[in-house]
């Protein structure tokens, strides 16, 4: 009965387990064609276009809670900017205007009220013969380029970029449709930023740069792999070593049972031969020559079954300590490699450029510091910081100056920060700040110490002075918050600290 009930339980665990990695597979395309149907649609409006990027934003981050806010919100949008095109009133006049006839007129309002009322469920049919209506197609010559375009470009009418946007657009779409190893998601989400900027040129930058990216990625894993094969091979040698040992020992054991039991016989057989003597014997001498030859024979069994015995020993000996001395050498390489493993996971967790830790180290960091605020209900503050025009640096200075940016805003920022503060690189010119056991006020304190100490930090490039000053949202923690949802705050005030002029500081 028990082993029935231990079956069903191990079947039912492992069908949960198929279950959720279903689950987490379907999870994961879901996330991928959300993106993929961003990054495609971009452009087509501008109303449409920040929520479509929110929407992005939390497709990437994985919350599913804020994903489906988003969505909402651009359902909403995308009903709103659907009847902003064409609201029923002007089309009734441009209907009459047409010449239509009032029945005519009267079937057009029908279908217009239907994709208007709900244009998710809207068939391709209605739209088609609304677009003919509409005059955004002729009936019967449409060309396959039109009929397979979809619900946003149809009702929106807007059309397909081309030229250096399009590249831009073609090469982000590329890039969030491949799956990139977590060492690279964020030096990949700055290329995709740097793509959505007004640079046409910026595809071919972000190209090289996602080039060097995969040929250092591609050299760091054959490095790793290479040791790894190095350390495997090396343990597959010291495994049959021992496995030779045991073997061997295992025959010496044979060997020594087997010389045993022959001593055995063999002593038992003197015993016999001593016993014989014993009842043979006519006199003394005869009785005394017998027993000591029987006693001799003894010995020299004994004494050769010593001397084997000893022989096997010694050998053993000498193998165990040889496979001693191999087991400290893969000890020592066991070592090594984790040593190896340690730095290049040190090394995820660290900014090139720049020094500081990045987003995956932010992202352990953070929920680390949001268990102490559960637990001690210490404050905590989010500082997001964004260099502002930073594109503008490029441009008018090169690359390299900007990337002399950061490395001084890196360093300043980490001189201002007190020991228990935490500082990270989150991607492109973004860093996100942990600011521990301060208040709103005192934070927000310190949010503009460290404004001011950047605007004052002094950056020169070509011999000219490089004005470097940075925007920054701050927001408070609470204990029942998620991390999404505080960046998010964060993310929207520095935002606004933006279009109120940049170079200052919003709290959420």
Not at 50 to 78: F, M, V
Not at 243 to 262: I, P, T, Y
Not at 295 to 310: I, K, S, T, W
Not at 455 to 465: F, I, K, M, R
Request: proline share 2%; with cysteine.
């Amino acid at each position: 009965m028990a082993e029935d009930w231990r079956e069903r339980y191990l079947k039912l665990a492992d069908e949960h387990e198929r279950k959720d990695g279903e689950r987490d597979a379907v999870e994961r395309e879901l996330i991928r064609l959300v993106t993929r149907l961003c990054v495609a649609v971009s452009g087509l409006d501008p109303a449409l276009d920040p929520h479509l990027e929110r929407l992005r934003k939390a497709a990437k981050r994985g919350s599913a809670a804020r994903l489906l806010e988003q969505a909402e919100e651009l359902a909403d949008a995308l009903v709103h900017v659907s009847e902003d095109r064409v609201r029923p009133g002007v089309l009734q006049r441009l209907l009459e205007y047409s010449g239509r006839d009032a029945r005519s007129s009267a079937q057009v309002m029908q279908l217009w009220g239907r994709v208007a009322s709900d244009p998710a469920t809207a068939s391709d049919a209605d739209l088609d013969r609304l677009a003919e209506v509409l005059g955004l197609t002729s009936a019967g010559n449409a060309s396959p380029v039109a009929q397979s375009r979809g619900l946003l470009t149809r009702i929106l009418g807007r059309p397909r970029v081309s030229g250096q946007a399009s590249q831009n657009r073609m090469l982000a779409d590329l890039l969030d449709s491949m799956e990139w190893p977590e060492a690279l998601s964020e030096s990949i989400d700055a290329c995709c930023k740097r793509l959505e900027s007004d640079d046409d040129d910026a595809w071919s930058g972000v190209l090289r740069e996602v080039g060097e990216l995969s040929i250092a990625a591609i050299t760091r894993a054959e490095t790793s792999a290479r040791a790894a094969q190095s350390f495997l091979a090396e343990l597959n040698q010291q495994l049959e070593s021992f496995d030779l040992f045991m073997v061997a020992e295992a025959g010496r054991g044979d060997a020594s049972r087997a010389a045993r039991e022959k001593l055995g016989r063999t002593m038992d057989h003197e015993v016999e031969s001593l016993s014989d003597t014993v009842r043979e014997s006519v006199d003394l001498a005869q009785l005394q020559r017998g027993v000591l030859g029987s006693l001799q024979r003894m010995q020299a069994h004994v004494r050769e079954h010593v001397e084997d015995e000893n022989q096997r020993r010694a050998e053993a000996e000498a193998e165990a300590a040889s496979l001693r001395s191999r087991l400290h050498e893969l000890e020592r390489a066991t070592f090594d490699l984790r040593r190896q493993v340690a730095h290049s996971a040190e090394q995820a967790m660290c900014d090139t450029l720049t020094g500081l830790p990045n987003r995956r180290a932010y992202d352990d960091r953070v929920g680390q510091e949001l268990a102490r605020l559960r637990r001690f209900g210490e404050p905590l503050a989010l500082l997001v910081l964004d260099v502002d025009d930073f594109k503008a640096i490029n441009d008018t200075y090169g690359h390299k100056a900007g990337d002399k940016a950061l490395v001084t805003l890196a360093r300043t920022l980490s001189d201002g920060l007190r020991a228990t503060d935490f500082v990270a690189r989150y991607g492109g010119e973004e860093f996100v700040l942990l600011l521990t056991g301060a208040g709103q006020d005192d934070a927000a304190r310190l949010a503009d110490t460290l404004r001011e100490s950047v605007a004052a930090a002094g950056l020169h490039a070509s011999g000219q002075p490089v004005k470097l000053t940075v925007s920054g949202g701050l927001a408070m923690f609470a204990p029942t918050d998620a991390a999404d949802a505080v960046f998010e705050r964060a993310d929207k005030a520095l935002y606004d600290a933006k279009r109120q002029g940049k170079n200052r500081i919003v709290v959420a």
